[in-house]
């Protein structure tokens, strides 16, 4: 039972130091997708009318 405790606060502490490394790089890239995404979907929302445009 000893090494399943082990094993689970190595896991929390995993799960932390991850998520400590991971978050400030999310920080930055999620609002950069979201700057970058609609550029990217509107010409497929809006092909005919980019086309129809003379």
Do not use: C, K, N
């Amino acid at each position: 039972m000893r090494v399943l405790w082990v094993l689970f606060l190595l896991g929390v502490l995993w799960a932390f130091v991850s998520s400590a490394l991971v978050l400030p790089h999310l920080m930055i890239i999620l609002p950069t997708l979201g700057l970058i995404s609609p550029l990217l979907i509107l010409p497929f929302i809006y092909p005919t009318e980019s086309s129809d445009q003379p």
